[in-house]
């Protein structure tokens, strides 16, 4: 077993590429990593055990976080290399991995050759804290739970849609999007639009022009809604935050005599949702769009 070393804000766990895990080992290591934290000015290097990710794990994670040629994956940890260097060579994508100890990123250069994907990935010896995330479509990591949370809110503030994915360990009380278990848990996010707030639109369904009313509350990726319709209050079903992608269901009772439910698809982008509506179902139904915005209309 190999020994690695680790300085500042960095996990004791270099994500995919660490710690052999037992519940007998986890407070021990926990303690070890606030540890390293508390240490940086001091200058001590705490040594942690170093054991590589297994391969069909690492398949798991690019595979639930819908890896594909057009994702750019960041490793947050990336020991010997085996995640951004699956990540081009099984999934076409392109990656870049972070870790503080040079030898392993010697080692993954030289793994990211051998694998002929040298071209489409990089490795640098840098702390992850200190990494722009933003370039990322992708990120993976596997770091003890004080790192976890201290990186979450930098995960929130990234482009809706980037996929955060991990295994182990958790982002505490934001729930995975997804969740499966190939030798290890697998998680995965999707960081989700700021859409908390008041949202208006009109609705342009013939004969009746609609005046919607939308009110949005929300806990990551998790909301809760209520609006109105026409000034009359209308319950709102199936309220769903893919991303930047927004769905939920209105009861259209504006006319007694023709109720059918309004199934809304938008994006989000800033102020504004924009995207399908669709009112009924089967051979009655119709299509139109529809554009809310932030506030007042």
Sequence with gaps: MRRETSTGHRSPVTGHTSIVIGLWLVPLLCAVATHSVGAQDEGLKPAVPYVPTPQVTVDEMLRIANVGPQDFVLDLGSGDGRIVITAARKFGARGLGVDLDSSLVAEADGNAREAGVESRVRFLEQDLFDTDLGQATV???????????????????????????????????????????????????????????????????????????????????????????????????EATLAGDRLSFVVVDTTDRENEASLYFEGKVSGGVIEGELIRGVGATRSVTGWRAVRGQL
């Design 139 to 237: 990120i993976a990591t596997y770091l003890l739970p004080f790192a976890m949370l201290k990186l979450r809110p930098r995960l929130l503030q990234l482009k809706p849609g980037t996929r955060i994915v991990s295994h182990d360990f958790d982002l505490g009380d934001w729930r995975p999007d997804r969740m499966t278990y190939v030798r290890k848990n697998v998680f995965l996010w999707v960081v989700p639009a700021q859409v908390a707030g008041r949202w208006q639109a009109r609705l342009r369904i013939p004969p009746i022009e609609r005046h919607l009313e939308l009110e949005l509350t929300q806990r990551y990726q998790e909301l809760s809604a209520h609006a109105r319709l026409n000034g009359v209050p209308a319950q709102v079903w």
